[in-house]
């Protein structure tokens, strides 16, 4: 390596000063390190070195994420409370309830669920909720919409509640709810409904078990949805078992969703209009008895999955990769994992088809949501009664 000498005068000042810059050197490597305040978790990637740093911790099952466009989020524990958290900087986030949370059904895998906010969030303060909520001796996955009102964090609340879908079927099991929430480029919002551990449901298009139901904003069904013959109003698609990951593409424009398989069998979906995605006909999973139950690996008039994972990961939030924060991730699809207790990134080419995926912080936890923030941040939940929200950094 050339190096460039230069000759100094020995004055008084000129030391001083060789002391000043000399103090600067010796201290700028201190103030160039990487803040490693509320790291949990540390992990090898294509990235490099990527550690998880704790936002807020002691969150009882928390289950959906909805980062706000001017910053903080709001979090839903599966037991019944919606969450305001004022910033997402590590270190000195706040969390405020917000109260006028609809009533939920807190059975089996059901409770509060998934939380969007509406694409004109700014303006017209809607707040999206999916849940399971009691009905006729049963459950059902049920999604409404509300208006986050108040002009402070201490007394944010949810006015003006108004229902805009709700199974069309009592199911008493505590199965399979589903219920992730996605709005489109067009406006549109599609829900993930599990078939609730009746698997024949699935390929029942009157019933809305194993479908993704698609609706305008104020819960009305499109004019555009196509016509499934004898369809339960607003389905989309088909054929599905419990999707519980619901991300927009946004290279494509298309709505991708994943879904827990029995014993192996999870998936990665493109959704497409009118399409059945074959469950239970069609799976590369097996009954929990090791008995088999598709009928083919494939078969004509099924669309087939984008991604098959056996054994399970079991699958639950997903989130497309952009910005500069991840430059070696941008356009992946980052999934995280209950089963597996890691997040999967699934790395995908300029047509959109998986080349490889690679295996983040194995072992940390169990993963209940992934999203990306305004901010570029990856940021994600973990599972469970001592649940928090982390922040994914690479250094």
């Not at 208006?147 to 006015?159: E, I, T, Y």
């Amino acid at each position: 390596m050339d190096r460039l000498t230069a000759r100094v005068a020995t004055t008084p000042a000129s030391r001083a000063l060789l002391a000043l810059v000399a103090a600067v050197l010796l201290a700028a490597p201190a103030a160039v390190q990487a803040d490693e305040s509320e790291v949990v978790a540390r992990s090898r990637s294509s990235a490099g070195q990527v550690v998880l740093r704790r936002v807020v911790g002691d969150l009882n099952a928390p289950w959906s994420l909805a980062p706000l466009p001017r910053g903080g989020a709001l979090v839903t524990e599966r037991t019944g409370r919606l969450l305001y958290v004022d910033n997402l900087d590590p270190g000195t986030a706040r969390v405020f309830p917000v109260a006028g949370a609809p009533a939920v059904a807190v059975v089996g895998q059901g409770g509060l669920l998934d939380v969007v906010v509406s694409p004109d969030f700014p303006r017209d303060r809607l707040v999206y909720l999916s849940y399971a909520a009691r009905s006729g001796g049963g459950a059902v996955t049920r999604v409404s919409r509300a208006r986050l009102a108040g002009d402070s964090p201490s007394n944010l609340r949810l006015v003006e509640m108004e229902e805009l879908f709700s199974l069309n079927r009592v199911v008493s099991t505590g199965h399979h709810f589903g219920s992730r929430l996605v709005f489109d480029n067009e406006g549109y919002l599609y829900i993930t409904v599990g078939e609730r551990g009746q698997r024949e449901q699935a390929q029942n298009p009157a019933s809305h078990q194993g479908t993704v139901v698609r609706l305008n904003p104020d819960g009305s069904v499109p004019a555009s949805n196509p016509a499934i013959p004898g369809g339960a109003p607003g389905i989309f698609t088909w054929g599905h078992r419990n999707p519980q990951g619901a991300a927009l593409n946004p290279t494509t424009g298309e709505v991708w969703i994943h879904e827990h398989g029995p014993r192996g069998g999870d998936e990665i979906n493109v959704l497409s209009a009118g399409a059945n995605y074959g469950w239970p006909r069609l799976t590369d999973g097996v009954a929990y008895s090791g008995r088999p139950i598709a009928e083919a690996d494939s078969l004509p008039g099924f669309a087939d999955p984008l991604v098959v994972w056996t054994p399970s990961i079991a699958p639950s939030g997903m989130a497309f990769v952009i910005g500069d924060r991840y430059p070696e991730w941008q356009g992946d699809v980052v999934v995280g994992a209950l089963a597996g207790q890691h997040l999967r990134r699934v790395d995908l080419d300029a047509d959109q088809r998986p080349q490889s995926q690679e295996v983040l912080f194995t072992g940390y936890a169990r993963f209940r949501d992934v999203r990306q923030a305004p901010d570029g941040y990856l940021y994600v939940l973990t599972d469970g009664a001592d649940g928090a929200l982390l922040r994914l950094e690479a250094r």
